[in-house]
């Protein structure tokens, strides 16, 4: 079984429209045309779909990601985005499962705020869905990261009790890794289970840094692949030959 996780697209008010210089539409359309051959049975999209979110902006994602595959999507919302027009536009489904896996979606976001947050009520409830999931193996999709990241301006906005959320998680051992999106990088851990980020398909924020700077390394996404036994198979790929056309003097998004 094969999940392809896309996240951070960051889609614009109009198709023709940029965002640091990078026309965020084409990024995404480029990412998808480079996993064609991935042939997923879920696409996941692990939050800020948006950097404009309106009801058509993702009418327009859903219709980019249909036209490139057959199968569920699975759609969380980040910091960038807004419930009601996500709901609106058919995009908030919050669980798949594929052969003996289940895939869940938690919401770590709060409308018009950066910050990663995931409440008592939430972690009560995670927990309640734990208990009554009947798969053997589950994988978890956020947008925020439950740790540190060794970037501190990214580390401001990580979820404000992960390490309660990553206790809760491991305490099924059926979980088999938490993944997430916000931090338009590559990163990896382990913490009793993996916790992993993709990068963003469209431009990438730098590492180790303590102030908002932008990379130039180029969109990507992640391709993870469940076994039966359990075992998570996980590989980032990148655009090799995207021109991304980054404005560095607007370095704010």
């Given at each position: 079984?094969?999940?392809?996780?896309?996240?951070?697209?960051?889609?614009?008010?109009?198709?023709?429209?940029?965002?640091?210089?990078?026309?965020?539409?084409?990024?995404?359309?480029?990412?998808?045309?480079?996993?064609?051959?991935?042939?997923?049975?879920?696409?996941?999209a692990s939050g800020d779909i948006a950097?404009?979110?309106?009801?058509?902006?993702?009418?327009?994602?859903?219709?980019?990601?249909?036209?490139?595959?057959?199968?569920?999507?699975?759609?969380?919302?980040?910091?960038?985005?807004?419930?009601?027009?996500?709901?609106?536009?058919?995009?908030?489904?919050?669980?798949?499962?594929?052969?003996?896996?289940?895939?869940?979606?938690?919401?770590?976001?709060?409308?018009?705020?950066?910050?990663?947050?995931?409440s008592e009520a939430q972690l009560s409830?995670?927990?309640?869905?734990?208990?009554?999931?009947?798969?053997?193996?589950?994988?978890?999709?956020?947008?925020?990261?439950?740790?540190?990241?060794?970037?501190?301006?990214?580390?401001?906005?990580?979820?404000?009790?992960?390490?309660?959320?990553?206790?809760?998680?491991?305490?099924?051992?059926?979980?088999?890794?938490?993944?997430?999106?916000?931090v338009h990088q590559e990163v990896e851990?382990?913490?009793?289970?993996?916790?992993?980020?993709?990068?963003?398909?469209?431009?990438?924020?730098?590492?180790?840094?303590?102030?908002?700077?932008?990379?130039?390394?180029?969109?990507?996404?992640?391709?993870?692949?469940?076994?039966?036994?359990?075992?998570?198979?996980?590989?980032?790929?990148?655009?090799?030959?995207?021109?991304?056309?980054?404005?560095?003097?607007?370095?704010?998004?």
């Open positions: 079984m094969v999940i392809l996780q896309i996240t951070d697209t960051h889609l614009q008010r109009t198709a023709d429209s940029e965002l640091l210089g990078v026309n965020t539409d084409n990024s995404l359309k480029a990412v998808l045309a480079h996993a064609a051959s991935v042939n997923p049975d879920v696409v996941v950097q404009y979110p309106a009801f058509e902006v993702y009418q327009r994602f859903k219709q980019l990601v249909d036209d490139a595959f057959d199968c569920p999507l699975l759609c969380i919302p980040g910091n960038h985005d807004l419930d009601q027009p996500m709901i609106r536009a058919g995009l908030v489904h919050r669980r798949a499962t594929v052969g003996n896996w289940a895939l869940l979606g938690i919401d770590t976001h709060i409308d018009n705020e950066t910050s990663g947050m995931f409830d995670l927990k309640v869905q734990l208990d009554s999931e009947n798969a053997a193996y589950i994988l978890v999709f956020g947008h925020h990261s439950p740790l540190d990241v060794s970037c501190l301006w990214l580390d401001r906005h990580r979820i404000d009790n992960g390490a309660l959320l990553l206790e809760t998680l491991q305490g099924d051992s059926r979980v088999r890794a938490y993944l997430f999106g916000h851990f382990s913490r009793g289970l993996d916790v992993m980020s993709s990068p963003s398909t469209c431009f990438q924020f730098a590492r180790h840094e303590e102030e908002f700077t932008v990379s130039a390394e180029m969109p990507g996404y992640r391709v993870i692949r469940l076994r039966a036994d359990g075992r998570v198979e996980s590989k980032v790929f990148r655009l090799l030959d995207y021109e991304l056309s980054l404005d560095l003097s607007q370095l704010e998004y």
